[in-house]
């Protein structure tokens, strides 16, 4: 990402994630990139973040503005070269029913992303590196620590640091719950749903679920800890879908109490040893 000028070193002290990412397409348009947004597919997150990009790609300056973002955000690109930025809707787009819609559904509990203490290390500040630690008393006692080391030169504005820990925490001190649906499409004989309607990022909840108090869950070691599973669990909240596989009759989902991160985490490794090495570049490189 550059501007007019050249200058590959971009600076947004007090915007909106949201401000930043319309300001990055358009430099990348104005370049010549195709990617763009239009009036109705951006929402501000109604929080103000200060952040240097120093040599960063479109796509790497897009995952960091999720990251400065509150829990829940996150983008997508459609068929016709739209991003739509949005949080996730705390009311659910899609209702499942058990036995009408969904054929099957297998739910699991997995702590592999949890996060109850993060220690933060950013940019200097008067010769000082921002150092801040932040802790979920309550995530730590109920589920035992987790913690997670985040390294990030290019903040040195405290608040940001505390909006980008705390969306960690809001998204990692509770284990996730995620589950597999098999929906039924609306154009068969046997009840179903209208599938073409449903979209990654898209909200929903499950109908028709009763407490199994004879799962194998309740018959083994778990029981009667932070970790005793009942079914229920998954539809007691309003879950997003993160992935859509359509076949001609049918829609396997994967949705889950979170978004995933497994990927990202990847791409983080990546990012930052290239931070290592473009930190320090100048403002605009030569020609």
């Not at 104005?30 to 929080?47: C, E, F, H, I, V």
């Not at 796509?59 to 960091?64: M, N, P, S, T």
């Not at 054929?103 to 996060?115: A, D, G, L």
């Not at 079914?231 to 359509?246: M, N, P, R």
Request: aromatic share 8%.
């Amino acid at each position: 990402a550059e501007d007019a000028s050249g200058n590959t070193t971009l600076t947004y002290n007090t915007y909106d994630p949201t401000n930043i990412l319309k300001d990055i397409l358009d430099k990348f348009t104005a370049a010549g990139g195709t990617p763009d947004y239009n009036g109705s597919s951006t929402t501000l997150t109604a929080t103000a973040v200060s952040y240097i990009f120093n040599t960063y790609t479109v796509k790497e300056a897009l995952d960091k503005i999720i990251e400065l973002a509150p829990n829940g955000w996150y983008y997508f690109l459609s068929p016709t070269n739209i991003i739509t930025l949005k949080g996730r809707d705390a009311t659910a787009n899609h209702t499942f029913v058990l036995g009408k819609d969904i054929e099957t559904i297998v739910p699991e509990k997995s702590v592999e992303n949890m996060t109850n203490k993060v220690y933060f290390t950013g940019g200097d500040v008067s010769g000082t590196p921002l150092y801040k630690k932040y802790t979920r008393a309550s995530s730590i006692s109920t589920y035992g620590l987790y913690a997670k080391k985040i390294v990030d030169g290019s903040v040195i504005i405290e608040s940001t640091a505390d909006i980008i820990a705390g969306a960690i925490l809001d998204r990692g001190d509770v284990p996730e719950v995620r589950t597999t649906l098999v929906i039924r499409d609306s154009n068969g004989s046997m009840g179903g749903y209208d599938i073409e309607s449903i979209k990654p990022g898209d909200t929903c909840k499950i109908n028709g679920l009763k407490s199994q108090n004879n799962s194998l869950w309740d018959l083994g070691i778990w029981d009667d800890t932070s970790w005793d599973f009942n079914l229920t669990e998954v539809s007691s909240t309003v879950q997003q879908i993160i992935k859509v596989s359509y076949e001609p009759t049918k829609v396997t989902l994967e949705i889950s109490s979170r978004l995933p991160n497994i990927s990202k985490r990847v791409e983080d490794i990546k990012r930052n040893l290239d931070r290592v090495y473009t930190d320090d570049n100048p403002t605009a490189p030569t020609t």
